[in-house]
């Protein structure tokens, strides 16, 4: 069984500032992770994901997230916050269930909020 | 690029009424999942789908619900007597095969059971 972390529902940050949203999993297979945005009304879009190729990946609009086996973690960052970044950040592992499916189990969101 | 889609966007329903979600995923894909969201809360996982068939389900896809892909291309998510705490926002994904593939989210059809 899989589960995902994350630290802070809700974290606010100001324009121009760094951005650091936690998330700690656990598998009892090797993971692959994820991170998705949710802008509001909006559905699911992919941030990016850890493939096993690189510890450090880049995604999209800016963010990159780091994975550290010996910490369980892949939190998100961002060097510089801008205004539409503002939305809610889901961390999520997917593992492979033994039932010819691939689960993918969700964190609880973290709602980033970016300070003028 | 290809994307997964729902219809409709937004459903309003009586309690105790049956409910079809309908999603389109994307056409090479073989995995299919529905996830809700509870406004406010996190996105919950509710049912896989593969080779035809139910792969895995969540304690909260109880006999009320259920799932189809009548002709290939569509895959159904229906409830068949609707309570109030069904209100949710409902999320069709599709991935492809393979251990590093992600989830493609459609839309959303947002719930409402009056």
């Known amino acids: 069984a899989q589960s995902v972390t994350q630290l802070g529902s809700h974290v606010s940050v100001s324009e121009g500032a760094l951005v650091l949203l936690r998330c700690n999993y656990s598998s009892s297979v090797p993971p692959y992770l994820f991170w998705y945005v949710q802008y509001p009304n909006q559905g699911l879009q992919l941030l990016l994901k850890y493939t096993s190729a690189a510890t450090l990946v880049k995604g999209i609009n800016g963010f990159e997230a780091e994975f550290k086996k010996s910490e369980t973690s892949f939190h998100l960052t961002k060097p510089s916050a801008h205004m539409s970044d503002a939305a809610e950040y889901f961390c999520?592992?997917?593992?492979?269930?033994?039932?010819?499916?691939?689960?993918?189990?969700f964190g609880k969101g973290t709602k980033l909020s970016v300070i003028p | 690029e290809p994307e997964v889609t729902q219809t409709p966007s937004h459903q309003v329903t009586q309690m105790g009424q049956e409910v079809i979600l309908r999603c389109v995923p994307i056409?090479?894909?073989?995995?299919f999942y529905w996830y809700r969201q509870i406004l406010g809360q996190k996105v919950e996982f509710l049912v896989s789908f593969y080779n035809n068939e139910i792969s895995e389900k969540s304690e909260i896809f109880d006999d009320q619900f259920s799932v189809e892909r009548p002709d290939g291309s569509n895959f159904t998510l229906k409830i068949r007597s609707t309570k109030l705490e069904d209100s949710a926002m409902y999320f069709c994904a599709s991935m492809k095969p393979g251990q590093n593939t992600e989830a493609f989210f459609g839309q959303g059809t947002r719930l409402t059971v009056v």
């Open positions: 999520a592992v997917s593992a492979y269930s033994g039932a010819g499916s691939y689960q993918l189990t």
């Open positions: 056409s090479n894909h073989l995995y």
